[in-house]
Every structure is written in C-alpha cells, then in structure tokens.
C-alpha cells in the first residue's frame, strides 16, 4: 500500500501544500517547529480518523482559519482511492471516501493501513495501561472495523452503567433490574473485544520477541493481562463467564459507585529476560522493545490484509544506535516509508527516494 499524494489546506501550519510521495522512501527534513510531525500526523489521520496527538479536531485547523481540508490519494493492490477530510471550526468533522461521505469512523477502517513509530512511543514500556490498550486498540481496529464499533458499544453502555451505580450508591437502593441489562450489553462486547485482543496479542508476541532477538541479547515476553481473570478466553463461555462476574460484583461495585473490572482495566505485561520492563527495562531495551512490538504490528496488517501498512517514522531514526538503525532500514526496505529527520547526514540516496525540506509549513522538493 502506498500514498501518491497529501494536499492540506489550513492543516496546522499549513496555509497550502502539496506532496507527491515516491512509493518508496521519503524523507521529510527541516528544523524543529517547521511542520515535519505536522505531515505525518496528517497521513495517519486517513487511517484512523483522529489524530494521536490532539485531544479535540480543532487544534489542527490553522490558527483564525474556519475550517481545514485534507485530501489523499493512495493505492492498495486493488485500486486507487481518493480521500478527503475537513475539520470544521465547530468540532464537527466530514470525511469522503471515494466521493462517498463516511459517517461513521468504522467505515473508514481498513481502507488506509498505516503504523506510526514516534518517540513517545517509549511510553508503551514505562507508561500507563491506557496508552498499552490504545496500542491494541488502534492496531486491531485499523483490520477490524467491527472491532471499534464493539468498543464504541462497550464505552457507551459502561457510561450508562456508571451513572446507575452512582445514583444507586446515592440513594442506598437495592440494584435494579437495569444494572443486569447493562451488564449483559458489557458482556456481549467485552467478550468479542477479549477475543480479539488475546489474539493479536499471541501473534505480536512471538514476532516480536523474534524481533527482539535479533536486536538484543535478552528475551522478550508479552502477555494479556485481563482485568477479569479468565482462562477461558477461546471459549464460547466467555460472554457468560463475564456477565457471571459482573453480577458477583454487584455489591462491591455499588459500594464504590463505579465499575470494578471490564476491558477498560487491562493491560499488556511486557517481560524482558522475565522482569517487568515497566520497572527494569533500561533506555536502550525499551527502545528495542517498542521497535520490536511496531515491527510485529506490520508484520501482522502485512498478514491479514496481504500487503504492507505505510510506515511513518518520526524522528527515530537519530534516536537508534547504529546496529538497530541499520535492522530497521533493513525490515523497511521495499516499503513505503516516510521519514521526518533534523539531519540528512544518515540518508540513503538512493534513486527511488524523494527528500523534502520543511521551513515555516512550506514543502520544497530538494
Ligand atoms: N493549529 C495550528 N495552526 C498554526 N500552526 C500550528 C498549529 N498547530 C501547530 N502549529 C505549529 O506547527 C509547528 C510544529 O510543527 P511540527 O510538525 O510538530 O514540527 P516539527 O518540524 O518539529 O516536527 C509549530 O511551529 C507550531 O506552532
Ligand atoms: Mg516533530
């Protein structure tokens, strides 16, 4: 899969611009603050309909303009598609797909696969759960849409069940018959969701640790950790397994005013050399480590869709040693990559690779 061309209008500081993309490498160079993060956030938008860094749409739009336009034109093996997304000044959003609006976020899943190796990456090994489960989340949905629709699902009835179990805890009643409607919605998606997430999890974990070896000397591990302890994830029980514990937790939820277990509580437990990297892993093996688990994750979008995800790689490569640097370029060759760095010094030149130079949101072909 590969991007031809990105146009912004009004995308952070971007007043206009167009880049034509080599379907090979492409390395976005420039100081810092010029605008190089700003393109890569603009491509991985096409793929998940939000950005990774804004909480809310608006802080992309150019500042004092109404509104911003992006569009893409990418091709997977099949065919070519023609993106567009506008960010409205009021929060709203309007996403075209092949001049078809898309109204759901779902529906622009699968379409455009990309993965995003940043530096804050490192807070998948040091970070709290949540950036782990945004992790698997982002990664599973871009092949299953139905997955974030699942999730969607689960969030909004977890919210409803919460403000029961408040005003339940507020007016010392008995639980009603509502808590059990929300527990069975909770059920129904979070087993779907379990499933899902103990299955990427097997396939990243043993590429990953592959990758790691290569790399280091260590072992790496990784392992769901759910928040409702089941050994029966495979299982066509599980959704009744989970409603079973929900409803044991009935008292103790209500005492607390909030739910006690669900998917919104799990985690990844990432071992290296069997010692919770959380706690142990140096600077250099979470390093590894991340750059393992991005590995994996395009080895597996390579698996179940056929063909490669675009690779964004944002500033990383300064951040590697010269031995890990030299395997990344390796498992990225032949793939369209696009590359922002402060220095060319560690380029290639090859011929199928186009370099640009950012300064104050203008984009020169070099
Ligand atoms: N909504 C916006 N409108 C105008 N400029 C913005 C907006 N959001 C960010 N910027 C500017 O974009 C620049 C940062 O861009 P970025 O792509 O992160 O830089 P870098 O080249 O270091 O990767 C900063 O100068 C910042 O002020
Ligand atoms: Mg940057």
């Not at 509502?178 to 590429?207: C, P, T």
Request: aromatic share 8%; hydrophobic share 35%; with cysteine.
């Amino acid at each position: 899969m590969h991007t031809n061309k990105l146009t912004l209008h009004s995308f952070r500081n971007y007043a206009d611009a167009e880049i034509e993309f080599s379907p090979a490498t492409n390395i976005i160079y420039g100081n810092n603050a010029q605008g190089k993060t700003n393109i890569l956030e603009a491509v991985y938008l096409f793929s998940q309909g939000r950005s990774y860094r804004v909480k809310t749409d608006k802080e992309m739009i150019l500042f004092g303009e109404q509104y911003a336009r992006l569009s893409l034109i990418f091709e997977d093996e099949r065919r070519s598609h023609a993106a567009e997304i506008r960010l409205l000044g009021d929060g709203r959003k309007k996403i075209k797909m092949n001049e078809t609006p898309v109204t759901k976020l779902s529906m622009l899943m699968n379409y455009l696969n990309a993965v995003m190796f940043s530096p804050e990456d490192l807070m998948l090994i040091k970070g709290a759960p949540s950036g782990r489960r945004r992790f698997i989340d982002s990664a599973i949905s871009q092949l299953y849409p139905k997955y974030l629709g699942a999730l969607s699902r689960y969030h909004k009835a977890l919210m409803q069940k919460n403000s029961l179990l408040r005003s339940l805890r507020a007016s010392g009643k008995a639980a009603d018959g509502a808590l059990s409607v929300w527990n069975d919605s909770l059920a129904e998606h979070g087993a779907y969701i379990m499933k899902k997430r103990q299955s990427f999890l097997d396939e990243i974990s043993s590429e990953s640790s592959r990758i790691y070896s290569d790399i280091g000397k260590e072992k790496l591990e990784i392992y769901y950790t759910p928040s409702i302890n089941c050994d029966i994830i495979e299982s066509d029980g599980l959704q009744n397994a989970l409603y079973e514990a929900f409803e044991n937790h009935r008292g103790r939820e209500i005492e607390n005013g909030s739910s006690l277990m669900g998917i919104q509580r799990d985690d990844i437990r990432i071992l290296i050399d069997g010692r919770d990297a959380r706690i142990y892993a140096s600077q250099g093996q979470q390093r590894s480590a991340v750059l393992a688990l991005k590995i994996a994750q395009t080895e597996y979008i390579c698996t179940h869709k056929g063909e490669y995800p675009i690779l964004l790689l944002d500033d990383v490569m300064s951040e590697l040693d010269a031995s890990r640097r030299s395997y990344l370029e390796e498992r990225i060759a032949g793939k369209q990559t696009i590359i922002t760095c402060t220095d060319t010094s560690a380029v290639s030149d090859a011929s199928d690779t186009k370099l640009f130079y950012v300064k104050k949101g203008t984009v020169t072909e070099v």
